[in-house]
Structure formats: structure tokens, C-alpha cells
């Protein structure tokens, strides 16, 4: 059972990623039952020996196989398109996040708050210890609180890289004199990985992201002590 797990979506953090995986499930049943249909009717026209030496046209058949796929690119398309739109939303933020990259590690600057700044890097494989992951820990995690409207300005300093956490349904791209931003709400605590998604030179890889949720108290206790 764990071997598929590796096959599909990570969990869900947010309510977007819940959105985005919906969606995913939902096109691919659509997916699923065409190419199941096309297989059939491959199969079909191989193995029977049914032919139709004076056919000539066929109107109605011609306008179901042009109306039939339209409806079912309509059915994709809308809620791609409302995703589209919710993804780029930016509801009232409670705590903005600043992240900057660098060839090759993260700096976070947290807006709502004095001094509190500093930057990420990777855990050397050889300070690793046993409850550590390899190549995704790192040494400062980025604290946000659970059940909080975040919003995160995303810059680089250097080159083109890209913020990307999967299980929230976050990717967007850093890049030097440009800020995009992206928004999301956590609503479970836990630690979330991520990793830089855009090749952004030789240490592309060893540039992870952990994002660490915890409750409003504990987060507001860790700000206040920095």
C-alpha cells in the first residue's frame, strides 16, 4: 500500500490543494472512461469482420463526435477556470512572509513583526540526525500559524528560482526585481517540505523548504522571542 502512495498526490495542507486534488480526480475519471471507450472500439473494429462497403456520410453521427467532446472540454475547462481564479485570490492576510532566494539558500522576512529575519540552509548530510530527512531538512524552519490567511512576497537576489510546496499547493517563481505573491491558509499543524523547482545552477537541489505549522500561541511565542 505504501508503494502507491509514492504514485499519486501528497496530502492536502490547505484548502486549495483540496481544490486542486478534486480537480485532478475529477478530470482523470474523465480521462479514464475515454480512453477505456477509444480501447473498446479499437479493439472492436480489429477483431470483427463488420464492413459497410456504401457508406457514404453519416450527419448525425458526425454531430454527436463534434458536440460530444465540446461538452466534455466544458466540463474540464470551468472548474480550471474557477480554480484559476481562487489560486490567484488574496484574501486579508494575517501574517505576510517575505522570501527571498539565493544561489543557494532561502532568506524569510516576517513583515508583521521587528528584527525577526534569517536565513535557511540545508542540513549537511553529515549533521543529519535520525529524525532529520535527507537533502530536505534545513538547519532554520520557516514558523507560520495553523488556521491563518498567509501571505508570502516571493523575490530572488541572484538568478530565477522557485517556491514550491506540494502539499500546499504552492509554486511560484522567485525572481530578481520582481515580486509575486501567493496566499494560503494552513489547517492542520505538521511540518511541510518543499524544495527550490526551477534550475537555478549547481546546488539547484540543496535548497529545500520546510514550513512548520503550529497553533497561534506557539507562533506568537517564537516571534516574541526573537
Known sequence: MATWNYLGLQDSTSPLMEQLMFFHDHTMVILILITSMVGYLMASLVTNKLINRFLLEGQLIEIIWTIFPAIILICIALPSLRLLYLLDEVNSPSVTLKTIG???????????????????YMIPSTELNLLNFRLLDVDNRTILPTNTQIRVLISAADVIHSWAIPSLGIKADAIPGRLNQVSFLMNRPGLFFGQCSEICGANHSFMPIVIESTPTTNFLDWASSH
Open 102 to 120: 539565493h544561489q543557494w539558500y532561502w532568506s524569510y522576512e516576517y513583515s508583521d513583526f521587528l528584527n525577526v529575519e534569517f536565513d535557511s
